[in-house]
Structures are given as C-alpha cells and as structure tokens.
C-alpha cells in the first residue's frame, strides 16, 4: 500500500473516534445540564421559591435565615442568577436581604 493512502486510513480512524469522543461528551453536557437543573429546581423548592422565581410566602423567620445562609456560603439569592455561585457581591441579592430585615 502507498503510504499515503496509510495516513488517510488513519487518518479517517482518528477522525472517526473523535466523532465519538464528541458524542459521548454531548451526552454527558445534556446529562450534567439536566442533573444542574433538578438541583436548582430542589434548592429553589429549599430556598422556599416557585420555579418562576417569585417568593411563595413573605422572607421571615426561618425561611429568610435559610437564604441568608446560602447567600453567606456564596450563592445567588436573587431571581436574577438564584443558586448560581456568586463571584462578588451581588446588587439584586443585597436589596433582597435588606428588604428582608
């Protein structure tokens, strides 16, 4: 065989398996961003908030402390990024905690 043709075949073997790789790793985003999204529906159900992000009942007593303790341990609170990891303070959080007092 001339060597040329060699490297296409490997070529297309190489092509071939990273298609694979591809698939397999689409799956697993699909997979992650479905179990991300439960998790976040469960913390919202936790945080005492509907999934369209509105607060079921008035922020008081225990249910205020709750998501002044996720708040404090580095998550969204507010409706706009709720359950995300908060990098830096966040402007919509801190209004809803002072509201909250």
Request: aromatic share 10%; net charge negative.
């Amino acid at each position: 065989m001339n060597p040329m043709s060699i490297l296409f075949r490997q070529l297309e073997t190489r092509i071939k398996e990273i298609e694979s790789d591809l698939q397999q790793i689409k799956k697993l985003v699909n997979y992650l961003e479905e179990e991300n999204n439960a998790l976040r529906e469960k913390l919202a159900v936790f945080a005492g908030y509907e999934q369209k992000g509105e607060p079921q009942e008035q922020a008081s007593g225990g249910a205020f402390d709750n998501l002044k303790k996720i708040y404090d341990e580095g998550f969204h609170i507010c409706n706009v990024h709720f359950g995300r990891l908060r990098r830096e303070e966040c402007l919509f959080c801190t209004a809803f905690l002072e509201r909250g007092k």
